[in-house]
């Protein structure tokens, strides 16, 4: 089985501009969750998608956003860059998600954001 | 306040020499406990997890996780690294009265020396 992908893998862009990060489950996995790792804040979660609908939602500013799509791909944006948005985000799929805190989350590589 | 402590930020280690990573957690009940490992340019992946019942667990890899109620620890360990061992490693909680999210300690960076 695929693990979970991440697209793209290296993303350079400048202050203003905004960015859309996709994110590929492993088949069959319906939750994905997104996080951003920095050296100052650590792993720090975004937020978490189940069937379609956002079900868990971290301490970041509304310019990020996110969504999941009927086959469970999900994609994360982020409007507005600021230099403080470089990051390595990471995406995790596990199969029911939602409460199921058993349920293991599989993480993808990451998709490595440099803000100028 | 809520968190995950892993006091030490770097461990060096000879290769064959034990390993004791360090993680304390501050939560009103015992969440969901996780460690995960994460090697350069790579993501998260998971060593072994405490969700109830026998306080020593087993993982991949060799590694074995310590839970201890009363010191809200949950260490990991292995009885002899391995060069290949040399990465970041992460404790991780869910904790019980939240929906479904990983909280992370700030990591610790594992160094072997040859």
């Known amino acids: 089985k695929a693990g979970v992908t991440q697209t793209p893998r290296y993303l350079i862009k400048t202050r203003g501009q905004q960015v859309t990060l996709s994110c590929s489950p492993i088949s069959g996995h319906r939750s994905v969750s997104w996080y951003q790792q920095t050296p100052g804040q650590g792993l720090q979660f975004l937020f978490e998608?189940?069937?379609?609908?956002?079900?868990n939602k971290g301490n970041f500013p509304g310019r990020f956003s996110g969504r999941q799509f009927s086959n469970s791909r999900s994609e994360m944006n982020v409007s507005t860059l600021e230099l403080g948005d470089s990051a390595l985000y990471l995406c995790?799929?596990?199969?029911?998600?939602?409460?199921?805190?058993?349920?293991?989350?599989?993480f993808g590589p990451g998709t490595r954001l440099t803000v100028l | 306040a809520q968190s995950v402590t892993q006091p030490d930020i770097h461990i060096t280690v000879s290769e064959g020499a034990s390993l004791e990573l360090r993680c304390n957690y501050s939560y009103g009940a015992t969440p969901y406990l996780f460690w995960y490992v994460q090697s350069p340019g790579q993501g998260l992946q998971l060593l072994l997890k405490?969700?109830?019942?026998?306080?020593l667990v087993q993982g991949i890899k060799g590694f074995e996780a310590e839970f201890k109620r009363s010191q809200s620890s949950f260490n990991l360990r292995k009885p002899s690294v391995h060069w290949s061992d040399a990465a970041e490693y992460f404790c991780a909680v869910v904790p019980m009265d939240s929906s479904y999210k990983l909280i992370f300690g700030s990591g610790t960076r594992l160094l072997v020396r040859p």
């Open positions: 995790a799929s596990s199969y029911l998600g939602g409460g199921s805190a058993r349920n293991e989350q599989f």
């Open positions: 405490y969700f109830s019942g026998d306080t």
């Open positions: 998608y189940f069937s379609e609908t956002q079900r």
